[in-house]
DNA sequence: CATGAATGAGCTTTCATTCAT
DNA sequence: GATGAATGAAAGCTCATTCAT
């Protein structure tokens, strides 16, 4: 029982850190975020409130950092890393990405959604939230405008908004949506 | 000098209901039901928090009013009242509602998707949604299947995907979106 | 239809002021002071709240005149006026009486051993009860000291706890109380 | 300097419960239960209103605990615990004990009248109450019958009615209730 | 590092009272 | 006289946040 290297300490604090978000995302989902309080989180994190202060200074923070680090995974699972051209199979592949995505991430979409509708506290993300958005109109509007496609914009504009709407059924009632039969007849059609 | 008549009481009554309604509509889709307080509602309308009580049981109440008379108001606008047969026309003629829709009551519908997001509140609205949003699945379905497409249960999927979607990019963004143009292709691929 | 006369507002006016306070001992009775709202006792009279103000300045002072009344009408049920001696019949009359007045002035009684037990409320009554308490123990004491009662203040503090005592278990379970032969009881026992 | 250990946290949590009941129940007794505000309480107390919270989740259950445990002692000081027979001496101890009761819980016994004048509230406690009514009814009927009195049951609710009618003029007015004597005197004529 | 008692601002709601008509 | 819309103070209650230990 030698006494604990600053590394393992360092991932004590890692991984705690990692489960209250993993709770409080949960929680923010679960009730929206003013309804969650620091109590509940912390109690079914199996912690003190005190000690939530210790890992995020405040409620706010908590949210913030749960929101932007979704973010960032969303970005890296959508981030093509592809040098500007984008073949159908590309494509393909990265419709079957963002409905992996829906499916994986359906707790943090809820919170998402859910936030998205206020104003007052979206502001905080809409910046980073755009980084992932524009590479990805951008790299849709080049596939259709090499299609051929008469308005790429639009037709961009459009199968976002059926992603958007599709992760809006679906989060809101996962059991009875086909999300397959869904996600095939998208790439028949658009891509 | 003389003692207000009942059809004066009736119209006071009546039009501060009104205000209090619509000021209360802007308050929740701004800051989400949760978050927005008596005390915002009834400063912005201009009475005190007291008078909200004279004509609201309860905060609760308030907002089931309100959105209970925008889904009927959805309801009217969007009851396609033909017994059973969609032509090419109407169909037309019904996304154009939508659109309307869409676009008039920009607030409403923002309040509509926060509410969606919290299941504890949406409850009370889910049974009078259903009402609309059924036989909008009933019409679209049959025309599909009519019109000889494979699925028309998941073409009527896709289409009401794309209205919440696109109504989501809209109310998010309302300034930039081409919404007419966004329509029109709407029609061109979908009708 | 000649206009009406000065009398009949008077009577008018009177008439309504007793409606207002039956109303309200009724509902001050029923809920506590406290609890009944000037809207409730307005509506059950069949008023509007600002008419009360009208006829009672203020919510304390309907329920101090209502006491007052009250207190006055045992008064005079009570008082002997008689000059200073009690006969034995003219004992056992008395408490007939003062049975007659527990179960006459139930509603009455409930309102004011409820006030009794807050001393905040009571301080406004207490100078008019005692008016009515002292010649009540006067008379008593002297009936015991004639009779050659060992300690006649005892026998009659022992009385008077008996008669708020079964007056205070009455009005909690009128039902089942057999008031009547406890009233034989107190009469063979107690005279 | 090191963190409290949960003993001392016990021991903080019971000591400040303890401390809140003693005050709310003063409080209580002294204005009615709905006169009485949290304010109030917290105020005489030392503490802020939000920490009343943290022990009583709410107004209601900072009285029921109060009553309960108040009706508790009452209990445990009069439980006969004798198997059925009560002799003289027994009864004399007893009624030893329920003046011991009058004086010792005061402040109770004026909260308990207050509130048995409230059905609304005092629905919560008429089973305990209950609980502790019936054996001191059935006991005291057992002895009178014994004793060969005509109407046991009557005599039962005579005395009963005294102590209540005693408990009320004493509580109202104890500095100048001649209790010992009343006591005595009860004993005498009743036993 | 860890705890949870404690605070205080702010929430929803109620209601006696006023007052323009 | 009569109405009820309107006010404002205060109630019960919640919760993010602080801090002594």
Chains 1, 2, 3, 4 share one sequence.
Request: hydrophobic share 40%; no cysteine; aromatic share 14%.
């Amino acid at each position: 029982m030698s006494p604990r290297t600053p590394k393992q300490f360092e991932k004590i604090r890692h991984d705690r850190r990692k489960s209250i978000m993993d709770t409080a995302l949960e929680v923010f989902s679960e009730n929206g975020y003013a309804n969650a309080s620091i109590s509940m989180i912390a109690k079914k994190a199996g912690i003190s409130k005190g000690l939530m202060y210790n890992y995020f200074k405040s409620k706010e923070e908590l949210l913030s950092t749960i929101v932007l680090d979704g973010l960032n995974e969303m970005f890296e699972l959508l981030d093509p890393n592809k040098d500007g051209v984008l073949t159908k199979e590309e494509f393909t592949y990265f419709i079957e990405e963002v409905f992996k995505l829906i499916n994986e991430k359906r707790t943090f979409y809820k919170l998402y959604f859910s936030l998205m509708m206020q104003p007052s506290v979206w502001k905080l993300f809409e910046a980073r939230l755009a980084e992932i958005i524009e590479p990805f109109m951008k790299i849709t509007i080049d596939y259709y405008a090499k299609k051929g496609v008469e308005n790429p914009l639009l037709e961009s504009l459009l199968i976002s908004a059926l992603f958007d709407g599709i992760g809006f059924h679906y989060v809101f009632n996962p059991e009875q949506y086909p999300l397959d039969d869904i996600k095939k007849l998208l790439i028949e059609r658009f891509v």
